[in-house]
């Protein structure tokens, strides 16, 4: 540790450090009043959250073309003549203008909060919507999706953030778990309504989410931690004693908050190239690494052309879509539960392994009909392979890595570092949209291998 020692501890080590000091601090003056670590949920606390899910649900209907792409591509394709290669574009758009706006999602979440943050992305995820509803074409259409990616690179970083720092320690994970719940309940439900309503409708219903956090987000506070970072102290208390209760004590929290942030202040600003220094080295590995592995697995373009895919196997889209949307609920519950009893890392593997099997049935499936084998039963593979690779999917890729890289920087760094990790996921899933499209039609079982 230098330049003051626990600076420059990321929020996951100074966690686990506080954890035994936490328990001896608990239940003040016989449990009268309660150690901010470990008090009670609050109201407060619960409608702060439940708002913030409101941009894990706009994720959910957006993030990855997970919720929209897949059931509005035959309908988009029919009303405005769109070629594949043009439907490419559109689909990989949005991952471009994440990629834009992930750039500078860490640095606008220093500046204007992480709520301000929020609450942009939202304003940019309405537009987009409304665009797309309208759209007439295939320039109005792109532009709209373009919008949406600069929410979706925003918000995406800036809704874990904002869990973590507004949670106490010893329910931090399962709320974060929950944001990746709620996103797969907006994918659920998007990929449902698609089956039933038009393309332009189901835009204007995406807009519901996003117009409700917008009016929502001026009733929660702001985050203590950027509170105190500004220099607004008085706030910073007000605002941690709504969170935790009026019986609770938060005189140690907002010590520690304190503390830790006038360290952090007397550091030399971080420029983005201070991020290639050695002592930084595990902390950008891992949270790049993580969001590499996140893309590159295949999973957003996979979800984007499920519907495609289950046609080439000559099976109903509308079933396997559905299918598909119904099994990542359950899965996201299990992570829920899974988060903070296995440990990251045991999802995180378990999950590559179960995605990796589920590709090579699928692979296997493509191989036999191009053989003219099994015809019969090469359908239900797929369909068995591609919800199986799902619903893996949401266990552990999907979320875990974004819950990481909110707390594995250390505070000098969480911006810029936020922002790479952010980019990096981004433009790899832009490469992997665009290319999937054509690789599919090359050789589905290539594709899937």
Request: charged share 15%; hydrophobic share 45%; with cysteine.
């Amino acid at each position: 540790m230098e330049n003051g020692g626990h600076a420059t501890i990321p929020l996951l080590e100074e966690e686990r450090a506080g954890n035994f000091s936490n328990r001896e601090n608990n239940n003040i003056n016989g449990g009268c009043i309660t150690h901010s670590d470990s008090s009670s949920i609050t109201i407060v606390l619960i409608f702060s959250v439940a708002v913030v899910f409101c941009g894990s649900f706009t994720l959910g209907c957006i993030d990855l073309q997970l919720g929209y792409s897949s059931p509005a591509e035959s309908g988009i394709m029919d009303d405005l003549g769109l070629s594949a290669a043009e439907y490419s574009v559109f689909s990989s758009i949005m991952t471009l203008g994440a990629t834009i706006s992930g750039v500078v999602s860490g640095k606008t979440a220093d500046v204007i909060s992480s709520r301000g943050s929020m609450w942009l992305s939202e304003v940019f995820s309405s537009v987009g919507w409304l665009a797309i509803a309208f759209a007439q074409s295939s320039w109005c259409l792109d532009l709209g999706r373009l919008i949406n990616g600069l929410g979706v690179g925003l918000i995406s970083y800036t809704v874990p953030m904002y869990i973590s720092e507004i949670t106490p320690k010893n329910v931090r994970g399962a709320f974060a778990s929950a944001h990746m719940l709620v996103l797969c309940c907006g994918f659920a439900m998007t990929f449902m309504l698609g089956n039933i309503v038009t393309w332009r409708i189901l835009a204007l219903i995406g807009t519901v989410p996003c117009i409700l956090h917008i009016l929502c987000m001026f009733f929660i506070p702001e985050s203590p931690r950027w509170l105190a970072k500004a220099g607004r102290g008085k706030d910073l208390e007000v605002a941690l004693q709504r969170l935790r209760g009026e019986n609770t004590d938060i005189s140690q929290e907002s010590a520690e908050i304190r503390d830790y942030t006038e360290i952090c202040q007397r550091l030399s600003a971080t420029k983005f190239l201070d991020l290639f220094q050695q002592k930084y080295a595990y902390s950008l590995i891992v949270g790049v690494g993580l969001m590499l592995l996140q893309q590159l697995v295949g999973a957003s373009a996979i979800s984007c052309y499920t519907s495609s895919i289950f046609e080439l196997a000559n099976f109903s889209s509308t079933f396997g879509t559905t299918t598909i949307a119904l099994i990542q609920i359950p899965a996201a519950v299990i992570s829920v539960f899974l988060a903070d009893r296995s440990g990251r890392r045991p999802l995180l593997i378990v999950s590559a392994i179960g995605m990796c099997l589920s590709c090579v049935i699928v692979g296997i499936a493509f191989l036999l009909e191009d053989l003219d084998e099994w015809k019969e039963i090469t359908p239900i593979m797929i369909l068995i392979g591609i919800v199986a690779y799902s619903a893996i999917y949401s266990v552990g890729i999907r979320g875990v890595p974004w819950i990481i890289i909110s707390e594995i920087y250390p505070v000098n760094i969480k911006g810029v570092g936020g922002s790479l990790a952010t980019f990096a996921v981004w433009f790899s899933s832009t490469v992997v949209i665009y290319a999937f499209n054509f690789m599919i039609d090359w050789s589905p079982a290539a594709s899937m291998t």
